[in-house]
């Protein structure tokens, strides 16, 4: 079969991770290995919101050592948005706009790295196209440190999040084991809006019984405040002190974040402080017991600089599967990856529908966490464990901090008029 | 001269450091290298508590891999406390109490690892030692990641905190450039209850004028909400972005803490949720802008992980030093820090009395940063850049993360009654 001919774009979405420059490398690489089908490769500026805006730079015109080097830098070096499209009904002028910009630079690849709500947007270009009958090769590469995309065994971004921030625990952890006697408890904030695969990742931090973290809140199990205090203070008598991790979106039995619930009981309508904060003034407040807490919150899911060497070249190989897949043809899917041994840990990649990523969510199964729901069980272990393997070797500077990388974005000239439709 | 015998006793205090156990490492093996003069050597479990309750083990039955994985394992292996001895007069009982216990174990040498108030602990059991005519040498090695110790150079502690703390921000800093259209501002919060030396460090990590942090907030300089919003403003407007960072001790015009003004403003009686927080909401309140908020808190000071390698020398040394130093006849001084040579940076030692190290504080200097007060100067790189070098080599395990180590904590027999004094 003779490869489809014209340009390409590479697109990063949504909240960015320490490996999602390994993807774009992952893409990017595979296209220049393939100059004959694919002429250029362009880099949309802040992910779809470049395509809309016709906001594009030339990756070709990067020097080979900025794009082998996206794999030791964290964030999105393209640019990334969250930019939510509707339905095709709706939004149609702007998913014509992406087919417009499209035939306007004649690119037939597209290259969509991000979790379900790109996944979507991914599926319903794809669809316009095949409508329109433009030629257009659609593959998405999946991303997101919440790992709860459907149809792929774990998600890219995930092993790194995890790594570190289990890291993390256990050096704040031996934080609460020195300071017991003046700081007895810890409260730290993992992402997780929606499911509590990161908060359950901290659990590998606890080599032994008594080590952080103690206690685990995930979004999955309804919360109880007095369950919760019961349990801090079960912990406490037993070890003097008290390390716990929970996930940002905890809800209550009535569905209701608990975060949202500390809104309205103690801040009035002000912002939120965060539910970590919220736990801690309620542990202050019911127990008697001094508390603090961690948020790293942007900070977890860019460290590079302790990432894990397994994630990162699974978010590579994502990348450079996408790209074949899309030369031999396939259109609408998402690059997914499959387990396939344990002892050793071995991982290929296979495809699934963009709809069916669309539309899913995977949860923490229940069985990951023991009766209580508090801690994290061998199944877990098994689980999450190899994800987490190697270290990405970064470049330190001569100031002794990591050195990053950064695209010089030779503007692609524009074609069309501006987009007048609304944009966000 | 022929050397005091007797036995050792060595004691962590105040908060932990990524280094803190470099010291002790550093005060055991050259203990252990003097094993004529010094029969046993002792660890205080908790600190200077684990004297007064006589709970004491022995550093000399664990095995030297032990001692030496000290140098990478970070928070305080000892144990540590906030336990204040006030003056002389008012807590003689418990001063008492220490010279007691030294003398139930033949306790000669007092090694005590700490901050301002555990060099006014220190200094006040020499005194009295002297006074008893017990032959003591009492010997303080620095340690606070604060850097705010009078007559050192720097202080071990800072300048690991100070690598991983600008890297952390380099990495969110990352996140908001590539998010900028979505999540415009990010603060972070760094230590610091009464100077800017951490905070400040961040800046380091600025090597491009875009980059961040455009804006940095220090205890030294007083704070005022409307030029803090101006200055986000100006930064937002010129790069769409803003990236903040905030000692948590800033203070107004009139010296009032500003997390404790957020509290009596919009909190009630409930504890802080930080200052980094109220910023936000500040942001997000008076400029309408997104913004959220990092807090590293305790794991800032434990980042052993991505430490600095001259840190954690420089901790090991001062540690050495204080037990050659109390061989050789010194009692009553702590080591320092003497910057010997820039390009190429060297960095000797010294001594300095207790008492001018437990009276004094040293702030950052106001050249440090430029008139605005919002960013560092050449001075401040000259300053802080070489503390940051190397990175400390850490242990991973098997399952991918690092390997701490814990003492065996072999007791020592008590001799004496329970102390029945006030502890607390």
């Keep these: ?34 100059g004959a089908a694919i002429a250029h490769i362009y880099g949309a500026n802040n992910g779809i919101l470049g395509i809309v805006q016709e906001d594009l730079f030339d990756l070709g015109g990067e020097s080979p050592d900025t794009i082998a080097d ?32 499209f035939k306007a630079h004649d690119i037939r690849y597209f290259f969509y790295i991000g979790g379900n709500d790109s996944m979507d947007t991914a599926d319903k270009v ?25 149809a792929t ?13 289990a890291t993390a625990v256990m050096e704040a952890g031996r934080d609460t084991e020195a300071m017991y006697t003046f700081d007895p408890v810890t409260v730290t904030e993992a992402m997780g809006r929606n499911t509590g695969w990161i908060a359950a990742a901290t659990g590998l931090a606890r080599r032994r019984e008594d080590e952080a973290p103690h206690l685990i809140y995930v979004p999955e199990i309804p919360f109880s405040a007095e369950r919760f205090l019961a349990d801090v203070r079960e912990v406490h008598r037993r070890l003097g002190r008290a390390f716990v991790v929970v996930a940002e979106g905890i ?44 948020k790293l919150d942007t900070c977890q899911r860019n460290a590079i600089h302790f ?32 387990r396939e041994g344990e002892k050793p840990y071995r991982c290929g990649t296979g495809l699934a529908d963009l709809a069916e990523v669309a539309n899913g ?21 098994a ?42």
């Design 361 to 381: 969510v995977k949860y923490l199964p229940r069985e990951f966490l023991d009766v209580a729901g508090t801690r994290i069980t061998e199944a877990m272990r």
């Design 70 to 101: 996206l794999r030791r830098s964290p964030s999105s070096a393209i640019g990334s948005c969250r930019y939510k499209l509707g339905d095709l009904t709706k939004d149609r002028e702007k998913y014509q706009r992406l087919i417009d910009v």
């Design 307 to 338: 990432a894990s060497k397994t994630d990162s070249d699974e978010a590579y190989r994502c990348g450079q599967e996408a790209v074949r897949q899309a030369l031999s043809g396939t259109s609408g899917k998402m690059v997914t990856l499959v």
């Design 251 to 294: 809800k209550n039995e009535k569905g209701q974040y608990v975060a949202a619930q500390a809104e309205v009981d103690s801040f009035g309508h002000r912002q939120l402080g965060g539910v970590a904060d919220y736990l801690r003034q309620l542990i202050t407040r019911e127990i008697g017991l001094k508390s603090r807490y961690n």
């Design 126 to 150: 794809n669809r316009l196209a095949r409508e329109q009958n433009y030629d257009l090769r659609v593959m998405g590469v999946p991303k997101t440190i919440d790992n709860d995309l459907a």
């Design 383 to 424: 689980y999450a464990g190899p994800l987490l393997l190697g270290e990405v070797p970064i470049r330190v500077g001569s100031d002794g901090l990591p050195e990053f990388v950064r695209f010089q974005r030779r503007p692609v000239p524009k074609k069309l008029p501006a987009f007048v439709g609304k944009q966000q």
């Design 153 to 165: 065994d774990h998600c890219p971004g995930y092993g790194s999040v995890a790594k570190y921030l």
């Design 1 to 34: 079969m003779k490869p489809l001919t014209g340009n390409a774009v590479v697109a990063q979405s949504g909240g960015p991770t320490a490996v999602i420059n390994s993807s774009a490398c992952g893409v990017i690489e595979e296209v220049l290995r393939h």
